[in-house]
C-alpha cells in the first residue's frame, strides 16, 4: 500500500507506508541469493563431472548444507529398472527393460552380440511420471553439458531478475518510484523475461537427445519406450517480458509528467 492513515493528536495524518515493499525486497533478495548459491552449486557439480571427478548422480554436504544433482530424459513407458546388458533372444523372465544408448558412433552391441548401456550416459530406471534417470561415469558427455548449462543460465536469469525487483521495490519503499534508475531496472527485468524465453527457445529447438547425436535401440516391453521431447514453444515469457518493458516506458512517463510538475511548483 502506498499511504497509511495515522491518528495523531486527534486528527488524521496520512503518511508514507513502504512497510510491503521493504518485506517484499527483502524477500527477493533472499530468493536472489538462493538462486545464486543453486547456480553455484550446479556449476561446481557440473565442472567436476565433465572433468571425471566424480560420478552422477553426485550428492555431496558440508555441514549444514547439501548438494544433489542427476540428469534424465523424458519418455513414455513403463515404471521399471533398466537393465546394464542382455540379449535380444532371450529376455522374456527378464525383470527390467532393454533400452541401450548410443552416443555417436559408439555402438551398443557387444562382440558376443548382446546388447550393452556404455555410452556417456546410461539409463538407470524409468520413474513415474516418464522420467528415465541416467547414470554418467565422469568425463566429457554433451548431455550433461547441455543439461547443466542450461540450469546454470537459467538460474542466473532468475538471480539478476530477482535482485532488480529487490532494487525496484527497496526504491519503492523510500519514496523513489519513477526515477531513471527505477526505469532502467523495470527495463533490465524485462529484458531478463525475454533472455529466459529464449533460453527456453534453445531448449526446446536442442533440448533431445537425438538432437545431440544421440540414440537408443530397444526390444521387449522396452520398444514402447519414446523420448517425446518438448511439443511446442513456450512464448509466455516473451509475453510478460514485452508487458514489463511496456511498463518501464510507463514509469518513463511518470518521472517525466512528476519532473514536470516540480519544475511549475
Known amino acids: 500500500m502506498w499511504l497509511s492513515v495515522k491518528a495523531a493528536r486527534g486528527r488524521e495524518e496520512v503518511v508514507p507506508s513502504g512497510r510491503s515493499f521493504r518485506w517484499g525486497s527483502r524477500l527477493a533478495l533472499l530468493a536472489s541469493a538462493v538462486c545464486v548459491l543453486m547456480a553455484l552449486s550446479s556449476a561446481t557439480s557440473g565442472a567436476l563431472v565433465l572433468g571425471g571427478k566424480v560420478t552422477l548422480p553426485f550428492e555431496g554436504s558440508r555441514g549444514p548444507l547439501s548438494a544433489t544433482q542427476r540428469i534424465s530424459w523424458e ?10 546388458a542382455g540379449d535380444a533372444g532371450s529376455w522374456q523372465d527378464d525383470e527390467c527393460l532393454h533400452f541401450y544408448v548410443r552416443s555417436g558412433d559408439q555402438g551398443v ?3 558376443d552380440g548382446t546388447y550393452v548401456n556404455r555410452a556417456d550416459v546410461r539409463p538407470v530406471a524409468v520413474h513415474w511420471g516418464g522420467e528415465m ?7 566429457w558427455s554433451p548431455w550433461v553439458a547441455f543439461t547443466l548449462g542450461v540450469q546454470v543460465a537459467g538460474l542466473a536469469l532468475a538471480s539478476a531478475f530477482l535482485f532488480l525487483l529487490h532494487r525496484v521495490l527497496s ?3 523510500s519514496g523513489d518510484v519513477f526515477s531513471p534508475r527505477a526505469v532502467a531496472r523495470v527495463r533490465g527485468m524485462g529484458w531478463l523475461l525475454i533472455a529466459g524465453g529464449v533460453l527456453g527457445f534453445l531448449e526446446w529447438a536442442l533440448g533431445t537427445p537425438s538432437k545431440l547425436d544421440y540414440g537408443s535401440s530397444q526390444f521387449g516391453p522396452a520398444a514402447d519406450l519414446s523420448a517425446p521431447g518438448p511439443q511446442s514453444i513456450d512464448l509466455t515469457l516473451f509475453a510478460v517480458g514485452a508487458l514489463v518493458l511496456l511498463l518501464a516506458q510507463v514509469f518513463r512517463h511518470g518521472h517525466e509528467v512528476e519532473s514536470e510538475r516540480r519544475m511549475t511548483i
Open 171 to 173: 526504491a519503492a519503499a
Open 133 to 139: 534417470e541416467l547414470a554418467s561415469g565422469g568425463g
Open 109 to 111: 552391441t557387444a562382440d
Open 75 to 84: 519418455v513414455a513407458g513403463p515404471t521399471q529398472p533398466v537393465c546394464e
